[in-house]
């Protein structure tokens, strides 16, 4: 029924198939992008590399949920530190196009967290994720003002560090 050269074909195809079909999956794995504008170096993380990243954790309200939870996730110190990049003023982005200036002397040890999980679980984009720039509320007053509410970033997919004379 195939010939020897229709085989070939058809297996060249599929081959092809394969590759593309693991190149996509490879890419979808991305769900973070950090970028150094001064000297154009990027560097990506999957969830499971930001998963396997020292974890900060705390139990806080938001204005954007229900009750107290609790938000778990590496530190924007310890992410920047994983991509070898300088702590200048970053500028932060969403999904959907959404960015803010994010000031270097607001990047502490502790805060803010990029949290992979809530209650110990992950969550979607529907659901603010998978990852959500978020500062411990309940812990300090300062974070309940519109500027820390301003710097805290869902659906974030990209972190560009800034040159350090913008």
Do not use: H
């Not at 085989?7 to 195809?13: P, Q």
């Not at 020292?54 to 530190?81: C, K, Y």
């Not at 809530?118 to 979607?124: E, G, L, Q, R, T």
């Amino acid at each position: 029924m195939f010939t020897s050269l229709s085989r070939r074909i058809l297996a060249v195809m599929a081959t092809t198939i394969a590759l593309f079909s693991a190149t996509q999956a490879l890419a979808e794995d991305v769900v973070l992008t950090v970028n150094d504008l001064a000297d154009g170096r990027s560097v990506t993380f999957t969830m499971e590399e930001l998963q396997a990243l020292p974890q900060a954790s705390f139990r806080t309200s938001t204005i954007w949920t229900d009750g107290v939870n609790t938000f778990s996730g590496p530190t924007l110190a310890t992410v920047l530190e994983a991509a070898e990049m300088p702590f200048n003023d970053l500028r932060v982005s969403a999904i959907n196009d959404y960015n803010v200036d994010f000031p270097a002397d607001q990047i502490q040890d502790a805060t803010p967290v990029l949290t992979v999980l809530i209650n110990d679980a992950p969550f979607s984009v529907r659901e603010k994720g998978p990852i959500w720039l978020l500062f411990p509320f309940d812990d300090n007053v300062e974070f309940r003002t519109e500027d820390f509410f301003t710097l805290s970033v869902w659906q974030l997919i990209q972190i560009d560090v800034l040159a350090a004379d913008s």
